[in-house]
């Protein structure tokens, strides 16, 4: 598309194509002849303006025509015989070219974005600093050179606050900043369980052939006792606990529930996750487990699947000598005790141990970033009563279970900044220090009539896969 302008007679304004620039230049060149201005290929002279502002390209000849390439990025205007006006509309580089009666100059024209609010708040915040902004619909893109890893982080989250419906692509640059990308991330999982249980209490029991013909049985229903069978003429036994005393004579005896329990265990996983800044790494050690679901309308069985075990998600965040991490670890286990039973299945319960967190460190620091510690204490008595007051004589009416459980999980996290390996760096693999089998023993080496090796090209054997 052609625009005209009649700022003097025999003024006009057409499109022409043009190169891009960068620095400013009022200085004209005369035009030379095409073959000698291919030859020596002078550099362009650049203005460069903001959007919305306006200069002023004074020339040596009277301008007689003008032509800019795109009037959508700049618009021009000669005002004088020798004065262009030029007004920056949206940011680009275009190209001016200017003829007079016998001369003709070129010019690139580059408008530039305008400095935006939240960059000249980042000057007032961070004086002496060197911060650009670009702002475009999607993203808000931070670039320059700031003095520390404080400022950098600083300056992102001013402008996260700024543009909270936008993206923030922090590439501010810091001295001593690692050109490494890739973070592994070393991890320790410890989950140390321990437990312990006392039980104590007394049942005493007389037969029906006891003394004086007397039956009878103290219990506190806490533990198994004995049971009369008067039709055989003897006790039943659900349990014999661990300690038993029966007098054959007088047929009176007692069960003993005496027993001290302790349990110690112990887990560990020591998972090591790459991944890429700003991208999200997982790790899984464990399984699933199916959990059917029921429709409520069509009452058909769908399977869903729950996962356990030791899990971790992380996303680092590398900001100059600093990686930052949002960390996740989580240590989970089945619970059948706490399970439900359905039509004849049994559904687990999961025992969850969560902790989710974000951490600085610098490459090569531990943090340990959790450890939960869970005390659990269950005491029952039971007793028959008056008999259990009596003094001395009335343990014999009483019993006791106590229970104890401490569990607990340490999380430690070890970040290190990583790069691949080149080819002359890999170390070797590990190889057996045995030799191979040696050749000669193979059943198609032992075939007749064409079969195996026979008719296969002679192979040259060495010393060393020979036999002995």
Not at 82 to 99: C, F, K, M, Q, Y
Not at 430 to 441: D, S, W
């Amino acid at each position: 598309m052609l625009t005209f302008r009649s700022g003097l007679p025999r003024l006009a304004l057409a499109c022409v194509a043009a190169t891009g620039v960068l620095v400013l230049h009022t200085d004209g060149v005369r035009a030379q002849a095409p073959a000698a201005q291919a030859a020596a290929s002078p550099a362009l002279p650049k203005v460069t303006l903001t959007t919305g502002r306006s200069t002023i390209i004074e020339t040596t000849f009277d301008v007689t025509r003008i032509a800019v390439t795109d009037p959508r990025t700049a618009d021009a205007v000669v005002v004088r015989p020798r004065e262009i006006l030029i007004n920056g509309t949206a940011p680009g580089t275009i190209s001016l070219i200017v003829w007079g009666t016998d001369a003709r100059m070129q010019y690139d024209i580059v408008v530039e974005q305008p400095i935006t609010a939240l960059e000249q708040q980042l000057h007032q915040l961070f004086p002496g600093e060197d911060i650009q902004v670009q702002v475009n619909a999607d993203a808000i893109v931070l670039s320059g050179r700031v003095s520390s890893t404080e400022v950098m982080l600083r300056a992102a989250e001013v402008a996260r606050a700024a543009g909270s419906k936008q993206n923030v692509l922090n590439m501010l640059q810091v001295p001593g900043a690692a050109e490494s990308q890739q973070v592994m991330l070393q991890v320790r999982f410890a989950e140390v369980n321990r437990r312990a249980l006392t039980d104590a209490g007394v049942a005493l029991f007389t037969g029906p052939a006891g003394y004086k013909n007397w039956v009878a049985r103290t219990t506190t229903q806490q533990y198994p006792s004995p049971d009369f069978d008067f039709d055989k003429g003897g006790l039943v036994f659900s349990d014999f606990l661990n300690l038993f005393l029966f007098n054959t004579k007088y047929n009176v005896g007692a069960l003993i529930k005496a027993l001290k329990q302790t349990g110690y265990f112990q887990t560990l996983a020591e998972p090591n996750l790459i991944a890429y800044n700003n991208q999200e790494a997982s790790f899984l050690a464990g399984g699933e487990f199916p959990v059917p679901i029921v429709s409520g309308t069509t009452q058909s069985v769908s399977v869903s699947w729950k996962e356990f075990g030791v899990k971790l998600n992380f996303k680092p965040t590398i900001a100059g000598d600093l990686i930052r991490l949002h960390v996740k670890p989580e240590v989970s286990s089945l619970d059948f005790n706490n399970g439900v039973l359905l039509e004849g299945f049994r559904i687990p319960a999961v025992t969850t141990r969560r902790a989710e967190t974000e951490v600085e460190l610098r490459d090569g620091q531990s943090f340990a970033i959790a450890g939960l510690i869970n005390n659990s204490s269950q005491t029952d008595t039971a007793a028959v009563p008056f008999l259990s007051q009596l003094p001395i004589v009335g343990n014999l009416f009483k019993s006791n279970a106590d229970r104890k459980e401490r569990t607990e999980l340490l999380v430690i996290v070890t970040p290190r900044l990583v790069r691949p390996l080149n080819p002359d760096e890999v170390p070797p693999l590990p190889t057996l220090p045995g030799k191979f089998l040696p050749t000669g023993e193979d059943i198609g080496e032992r075939l007749e009539g064409g079969g195996g090796t026979i008719d296969a090209p002679k192979v040259e054997r060495h010393a060393s896969n020979t036999r002995q």
